[in-house]
């Protein structure tokens, strides 16, 4: 068991160093290139590499395929358009106005958010123990703190 502890921190560490990189390297071209055309390229590539990878997940997993019914068809539209390629296009509009570090702050509040909808639609609060909402804390003071150095900055340089 404690084995899988190991793996999960030390996967969660690249995940996060290498979500990071991603921000940083975002920043860097977000603007020269405008986002639309950044968007096309990360979720078109990332696209393409996963289709082309179906298939060996099915051989390696041996499963079967199923396509999706008309209101799964529906909802996989409604989460690729909206809630991944517009919002992927707005944050790297709102890129070009902060720094990645602000950037990466924020997108570390989403599984906060998920877990709250979860609590809210699922009613699945019952299952939160103390360690949940002290690493929420800690979470929102370090945001809450960047927030307000942030804001100290840019009324001294004003």
């Known amino acids: 068991m404690q084995q899988f502890y190991l793996k999960g921190i030390l996967l969660s560490i690249a995940s996060a160093f290498l979500a990071s990189l991603f921000t940083i390297l975002n920043k860097r ?80 509040l989403e599984p906060l958010y998920s877990i709250i909808l979860a609590i809210i639609l699922f009613n699945e609060h019952e299952s939160m123990g103390i360690e949940f909402y002290i690493g929420s804390g800690i979470i929102l003071l370090s945001v809450a703190t960047h927030g307000y150095f942030t804001l100290k900055r840019h009324e001294t340089s004003s």
């Open 29 to 108: 071209i977000s603007n020269t290139i405008p986002p639309e055309i950044i968007t096309f390229y990360e979720l078109g590539t990332g696209f393409l590499l996963l289709t082309l990878m179906l298939p060996v997940w099915f051989i390696i997993n041996e499963s079967q395929f199923e396509l999706p019914g008309f209101l799964d068809l529906i909802y996989l539209l409604l989460l690729s358009v909206v809630c991944t390629t517009f919002a992927f296009t707005i944050s790297l509009y709102a890129l070009q106005k902060i720094d990645a570090f602000t950037m990466n702050l924020s997108v570390n």
